[in-house]
């Protein structure tokens, strides 16, 4: 999506900005207090097209911050570090982190922002790469745009939900950075697209995988190093997180269809009945059958 085209999209109406420092702004704002957010909430947000001495230089702030510049060029300085900003490039940092944004007098930046708060937003900001980096350059820069103008209408439209809606945007554009990000080529990397390249094996052909070394023999890796990168990664070993989607579609099996135990344990891999009747109770705290007899007379409960 063109800036120009996205501009006019999101654009309500223009607030002029201090002198010196912003030409054109659109913001909005939550009622969000700082003690307020147990999850995840939004405080602010909003669109700034900078003047030729825009110059932000902060010691510290309070919130969560990210900004996406969409035109224009500048820096910004933070641990010692001078990044360079234009098109694409999302930044950010958490509260309490000295900062400092200048534009390019020859080329104004215009960028949109967002400020939250809540004990997701660490986490979120950790997988995302920009509490370590802060600075990411946007591989897929259309989605990440689109995300933004998702959190900019809501938030100037204000309808039912407005706050869960633009936080669950928010979500999805910090988590989509660790896997769509234009990242070096390291051992690091390396690791991670070894890790994703496994998992992606597991969450398409769990029915039919019969342990982690099959997927260890299809990806062309030992199974012990994809332990450890399981172990990195996921914080659970690559069995358990078999095993976790084979139980959890035969449950979803045992309430939605009238197929039997034995069917049932066929279609998720498991060749003895009894085997899979047995870790279905250690999972699951019954037995195949007592689950769908518990939970299908609790459904005809409801239903009466």
Same mark, same amino acid.
């Given at each position: ?67 996406? &510049?969409?035109?224009?060029?500048? +820096? ?44 997701? *937003? ?6 995302? +790469? ?8 946007? *591989? ?9 103008? %998702? ?30 990000? @234009?990242q070096p080529i390291t051992s690091s990397a390396i690791?991670?697209? +070894?890790? %994703? ?45 078999? &095993? ?15 197929? +039997?135990?034995?069917? @049932? ?36 409960? %409801?239903?009466?």
């Amino acid at each position: 999506m063109e800036t120009s085209v996205f501009r006019r999209k999101i654009k309500k109406k223009y607030t002029t900005g201090t002198p010196g420092k912003v030409v054109n702004a659109d913001y909005f704002y939550y009622d969000t207090a700082p003690g307020d957010a147990k999850g995840l909430a939004i405080v602010c947000g909003g669109y700034e097209k900078c003047a030729p001495d825009f110059d932000i230089n902060r010691n510290t702030y309070p919130y969560f911050f990210i900004k996406y &510049t969409l035109s224009g060029e500048g +820096t910004l300085e933070i641990n010692s570090q001078t990044l360079p900003l234009r098109s694409g490039i999302l930044t950010g940092f958490e509260p309490g982190t000295a900062h400092h944004y200048k534009s390019d007098p020859n080329n104004p930046m215009e960028h949109i922002f967002v400020t939250f708060i809540g004990n997701q *937003a660490a986490n979120l900001f950790r997988k995302s +790469t920009l509490a370590t980096k802060h600075f990411i350059e946007v *591989a897929n820069q259309d989605k990440t745009l689109d995300l933004f103008n %998702q959190i900019l209408q809501a938030g100037h439209e204000k309808p039912s939900f407005s706050q869960e809606i633009c936080c669950a945007y928010l979500q999805i554009l910090l988590l989509e950075q660790s896997s769509s990000s @234009i990242q070096p080529i390291t051992s690091s990397a390396i690791s991670m697209e +070894t890790y %994703q390249k496994c998992k992606k094996y597991i969450d398409t052909h769990f029915s039919s995988v019969k342990s982690p070394g099959n997927v260890a023999d299809k990806c062309g890796i030992d199974v012990r190093y994809m332990s450890t990168l399981f172990k990195k990664h996921c914080y659970i070993p690559p069995g358990q997180y078999l &095993t976790r989607l084979k139980f959890n579609k035969a449950a979803n099996l045992l309430l939605t269809t009238g197929l +039997t135990v034995k069917e @049932i344990a066929f279609q998720v891999g498991f060749e003895d009945p009894y085997h899979f009747s047995k870790n279905f109770k250690k999972f699951h705290g019954y037995s195949p059958r007592l689950y769908r007899i518990k939970h299908m007379e609790r459904t005809a409960a %409801q239903i009466r």
